[in-house]
């Protein structure tokens, strides 16, 4: 049988069709694809940043804690600013605090250390319309371009805000009222505490703070006082978790103890607290 011009040049054609109808079927790739793929890729990006944060902050919480390291931290019982009985298991377990240790006649450093707490708490917990301490001021006008505050984690309504102690090095001084009328310069919701010279020794001791306050002093003597500035982030469970120094501003010291607080959340450990 002889094959005629138009029966090679018919199967060329079907060949062709059936080729053409092939690559339409899957196609180059589209734009939705390539889209899917990219945006797979930047979030991938970003978890494995958030994870490599959470590991690192997890490596210090329980660096803190590790052994052969000193404790940091423990149980007392101290005076606060109303004149009531204040324990650290009652008054701190169940939530994170930011503990201080300073003094009332200080000239400079735990003044600007108080107004960095007072934004740090207004950061973590923005104070509603119809509240306007008066750091939220300071702090607005203080605010670290680099550091916005909107990729700050902000605890839910459920989350126990974040408690601030401040303990004073100078007991023979900082009496309850005096901490009460020190204190309301800064923010509301700061606990101060004060006691005998020997319990604050103690709680010194227990958080391994550096104090030079003479014992038994008199009324009228005049003295120096230095201590250890930081501020010590505790957990629910009244473990160290870090330390924050003077060099971390307001926005930095938010984002590590927001970031502490959302680690803590995730895991699905409840808060204790009963308020």
């Not at 423990?74 to 109303?82: N, P, S, Y």
């Not at 020794?201 to 030079?212: D, I, N, Q, T």
Request: aromatic share 10%; net charge neutral; glycine share 8%.
């Amino acid at each position: 049988m002889a094959i005629t011009q138009n029966m090679v040049t018919g199967e060329s054609k079907e060949r062709y069709t059936y080729t053409a109808k092939a690559r339409s079927r899957m196609g180059p790739v589209s734009f939705a694809s390539v889209v899917i793929f990219l945006g797979s890729g930047v979030g991938m990006i970003f978890y494995f940043r958030y994870e490599k944060a959470r590991v690192e902050r997890k490596r210090i919480a329980e660096a803190s804690k590790g052994m052969g390291r000193p404790k940091v931290g423990g149980i007392f019982e101290l005076i606060d600013q109303d004149g009531k009985p204040f324990s650290s298991e009652d008054g701190m377990k169940g939530r994170f605090s930011l503990v201080y240790f300073g003094f009332t006649h200080c000239p400079d450093i735990c003044p600007e250390e108080l107004d960095k707490m007072s934004q740090t708490l207004d950061i973590l917990n923005p104070p509603k319309a119809d509240q306007s301490p008066q750091s939220s001021t300071t702090s607005s006008s203080t605010a670290d371009a680099s550091t916005p505050t909107s990729s700050i984690w902000h605890p839910s309504p459920s989350t126990p805000a974040l408690l601030p102690v401040f303990i004073t090095c100078d007991p023979a001084r900082d009496t309850p009222g005096v901490l009460k009328t020190y204190l309301a310069e800064f923010h509301p919701t700061i606990v101060g505490l004060t006691g005998t010279w020997e319990q604050i020794k103690a709680v010194c001791k227990l958080y391994r703070v550096y104090f030079s306050t003479p014992e038994g002093v008199k009324p009228g003597m005049d003295y120096l006082v230095d201590h250890s500035i930081y501020f010590y982030l505790m957990d629910p469970e009244g473990d160290f978790v870090e330390a924050i120094g003077r060099q971390h501003s307001p926005e930095q010291a938010a984002r590590i103890i927001g970031a502490h607080m959302r680690d803590w959340e995730r895991t699905g450990r409840t808060s204790l607290d009963p308020r």
